[in-house]
């Protein structure tokens, strides 16, 4: 009972007056047709994306460091990258599209403050995959920036809910 009260029933006339002036604004059977992460993007739009802030704010796992040749190739395609896709990477792999106010260094992952991490994982023939909660990329070790490239934008494009993502 506290926690239905705490969460929910303390703040019901508030959210109630948010939802009737959200609505005048923007009828919820227009919403339907989003999903969280597209609403987001139309409230708040893009913010431009510092790739040398985030390039500064990452850790490397396993055999990656800096100046690996998978590591250099990872940041050429992100540099490659419009402010949209650098967006939707960042999503694939954080769960927000939203860069901290302060910079990457103010990622927070479920366990508190946690870098935008790459850690070496699987084989070439396998997609890159990501952990949310960890802000963790498992990054293939390809061969090629072409290979690379093409793996990760195919993975940032195709992955829905969980499938990819934990």
């Known amino acids: 009972c506290v926690i239905k009260w705490r969460f929910s029933a303390r703040v019901d006339t508030q959210m109630k007056a948010f939802m009737k002036g959200f609505n005048a604004l923007i009828p919820q059977a227009q919403l339907q047709i989003f999903d969280e992460n597209e609403v987001e993007l139309l409230m708040c ?86 952990h949310t909660c960890f802000n963790r990329l498992d990054l293939p070790p390809y061969v090629t920036y072409q290979e690379l490239r093409s793996k990760l934008v195919t993975a940032i494009e195709n992955t829905q809910g969980f499938e990819g993502v934990d």
């Open 45 to 130: 739009g893009l913010q431009d994306i510092d790739v040398n802030n985030w390039k500064q704010n990452t850790a490397y796992k396993g055999e990656y460091n800096q100046n690996h040749p998978v590591i250099i190739n990872f940041w050429k395609a992100v540099y490659s990258f419009n402010n949209e896709m650098r967006a939707r990477l960042l999503q694939f792999v954080t769960g927000t599209s939203r860069v901290p106010m302060n910079g990457f260094a103010e990622l927070y992952g479920s366990n508190g403050p946690q870098l935008f991490t790459i850690e070496k994982w699987g084989n070439i023939n396998q997609f890159p995959r990501a």
